[in-house]
């Protein structure tokens, strides 16, 4: 005699037979808001800055929020004195740090093995930290990526506190919901969906930034330009040598700009755990994933991302989505603002005499599930969705690459300025006139 359950269903229960049921479905369905701020500001860790700390709010339950710190070693290396800075920082009422701010590997070795993770869960446990406490994290993407999984996994979830310090962390990588680990050969092959606390994007460490790094997050922007805004992308032509050199008040603007806009596609996209097939904020990303694998991860992301779009802007005008104008005029701001569109590995052929970045394809669909799904641009400022790929008219685009100009070097001085260009918010851009 079966026992009756007296949940409520909601929706009404098989009838009860003596025969043997073969389905019985409870239908579980709930939603989960996520918030957390994007702070923009200077010199975060000065005592007298008041973002971070009005982060953690009052102390709960009368004690004293427990934290842990982890610094890029690049960051550390060209700010020697900022884990000195950091320590002062919490030396405050209502904060107990748990340990002097710990050094970890940056770049893309970070997320190489499980040394990065295994270390900050390690310490997350021996220091006694719950799920109320708080991991803070100043770093590149990389290292965000390593920690924050890290953090995401102990307690199922420790709170996660990201100050991003490279272009391409503070206009995308940080501010999103994701973190990841490269494994079994591919680009975060292992990762949670893990949205942050809190994030703080200071401007002064892009100072310190070489110059891989300062125009490598220019990719991601130029990305998500051509896919969604084209008066931002207008911002980005416009400005594009005066990226190029190292002017960083108008970085500041694309950073800004940028990083709303993922924050916007987040929030309206309707799929921010990307449970679709599609991921529209991939355009260019199958080749650059395949680039940085094929690599050893020694290219670095914004740089792969650069060659993934030109060559995925050839698609798209081949296939009659991007006049040829428009997509010249992508390549040539990508060139002008100091990314370089050509690796040697886009020629890198199998055995059986295919081009070996094809394989890209796949693996991305295979990350994705589904069916292969590569948003490609559709003019400038909107994009489309697409389900095959063409190997002979990529095999083409590869040859277009290796004819292209090469990248011009960074002019000595800053360009013709960009004063009055709209930026979110409807504001008018705060970038100076040269020279003022
Ligand atoms: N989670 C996401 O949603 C997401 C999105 C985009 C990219 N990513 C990931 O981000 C990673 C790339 O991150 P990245 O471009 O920030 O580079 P990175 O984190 O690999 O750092 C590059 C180098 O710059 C150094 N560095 C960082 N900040 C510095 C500073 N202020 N001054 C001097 N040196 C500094 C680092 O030590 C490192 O050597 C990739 O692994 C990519 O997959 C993640
Ligand atoms: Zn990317």
């Not at 991991?135 to 890290?150: E, I, K, T």
């Not at 896919?227 to 594009?240: G, K, Q, T, W």
């Not at 709209?422 to 851009?429: A, C, L, Q």
Request: proline residues 7%; aromatic residues 8%.
């Amino acid at each position: 005699m079966p026992v009756k359950c007296q949940a409520k269903h909601n929706r009404p229960p098989a009838a009860a037979t003596t025969t043997t049921r073969t389905t019985d479905c409870y239908q579980q369905s709930f939603a989960v808001p996520f918030t957390y701020p994007v702070h923009f500001t200077h010199g975060a860790f000065r005592k007298t800055n008041p973002v971070l700390a009005s982060i953690f709010g009052p102390p709960e339950n009368g004690r004293a929020h427990r934290v842990l710190v982890y610094v890029d070693s690049g960051v550390a290396r060209a700010w020697p004195r900022l884990a000195t800075r950091i320590a002062a920082y919490f030396d405050r009422p209502g904060f107990d740090l748990r340990a002097p701010p710990v050094l970890l590997p940056g770049g893309e070795s970070a997320k190489e093995g499980w040394h990065t993770v295994q270390h900050v869960m390690t310490q997350l446990g021996e220091q006694h930290l719950c799920r109320h406490s708080y991991v803070v994290v100043v770093g590149g993407g990389s290292l965000l990526d390593a920690a924050g999984f890290a953090a995401a996994l102990v307690h199922r979830g420790v709170r996660l506190i990201r100050l991003p310090t490279t272009v391409l962390a503070q206009n995308d990588a940080g501010v999103g919901v994701k973190n990841g680990m490269n494994e079994h050969g591919q680009k975060n092959f292992v990762g949670t969906f893990a949205p942050p606390f809190a994030v703080i994007n200071d401007f002064d460490f892009l100072t310190t930034l070489d110059d891989t790094h300062w125009v490598g997050g220019i990719s991601e922007a130029c990305k998500v330009a051509v896919i969604r805004d084209a008066e931002f992308f207008a911002f980005l032509e416009e400005n594009a040598t005066r990226f190029h050199a190292r002017d960083l008040s108008a970085m500041e603007v694309l950073v800004r700009w940028c990083a709303t806009l993922h924050l916007d596609h987040i929030r309206t996209g309707n799929d921010p755990f990307e449970q679709g097939a599609a991921r529209p904020l991939d355009f260019g990303h199958w080749l650059a994933h395949k680039l940085e694998a094929m690599s050893g991860f020694t290219l670095d992301h914004g740089a792969a991302v650069a060659i993934g779009m030109a060559l995925d802007c050839y698609v798209a005008a081949a296939a009659g989505l991007l006049r040829t104008t428009e997509r010249d005029r992508i390549v040539q701001m990508l060139q002008r603002a100091g990314l370089v569109l050509w690796h040697e590995l886009l020629t890198v052929r199998t055995r059986g005499g295919r081009l070996a970045i094809l394989d890209g394809l796949d693996e991305f669909r295979e990350h994705l599930g589904g069916r292969l799904t590569i948003t490609l641009p559709h003019g400038i400022g909107q994009r489309v969705e697409v389900h095959t790929m063409n190997p002979a008219t990529i095999t083409r685009g590869v040859t277009w690459l290796q004819t292209l100009p090469p990248t011009p070097p960074a002019p000595s001085a800053p360009a013709p300025c960009c004063r009055g260009v709209r930026h979110p918010g409807g504001r008018r851009s705060p970038i100076p006139a040269a020279g003022a």
